[in-house]
């Protein structure tokens, strides 16, 4: 498929190492038989953003190893599916979410993968957690703390949606501030936290260049969404 061939390339492009980019081919609104041919064709990480509509076609795909990333906002009162059913969060932006997840995560499970939500805009409509204040910053770091005692989350790295722009400068400085971030986390807490969960079908090149271990793709993927 060509969008694997695209992924290759930007990977040997931006020298970084053969297969360091995983695709998690997000999978809102397509329906279970789509998302089952192209788990057929061999893609076995999806991502969902509405726990409904997720929860219908993790029970339609059961017989598949297909593994489940949720990415949508979460409302606390919904923790628990998303706890039973998914192997990764890349959305935790409160420490609150993140403990009832880590209280309802079933004991035969392994730790549930977790990735904080950071705004690399100014809007305060987005959602994340902002760095553009030192209030926000700490926020990060003391969040940080606390789920690294929560013994059923595995925190695994950051994620970020940022505003699209017409300028890949810009576009790769935003992503180049978050890879910072982590790096930052890393040494201060002496940490070996692996993922930068950037990047979707508009700005994936841009963020492989600075270094995106996870690149979220629906359109590129699957084609336009209907509505
Ligand atoms: C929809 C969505 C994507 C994929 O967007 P495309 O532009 O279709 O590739 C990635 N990440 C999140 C959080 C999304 O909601």
Known sequence: MMLYNNIKNAESQFHREPNSVQLLAVSKTQSSQKIREIWREGQCTFGENYLQEALIKISELKD???????????QNN???KIAENFSWVHTIEQEKTAQRLNDQRPENLPALNICIEINLDHEKTKSGIHLSNQYESNRLFWLVEKILTMPRLKLRGLMSIPELSENTDKQRAKFATLRCVLDQLNAQFNLSLDTLSIGMSQDYVAAIAEGATIVRIGTALFGEREV
């Not at 598949?64 to 979460?74: C, L, Q």
């Open 64 to 74: 598949t190893n297909i593994e489940w990333h949720f990415i949508g906002a979460i």
């Open 78 to 80: 919904k923790t628990r």
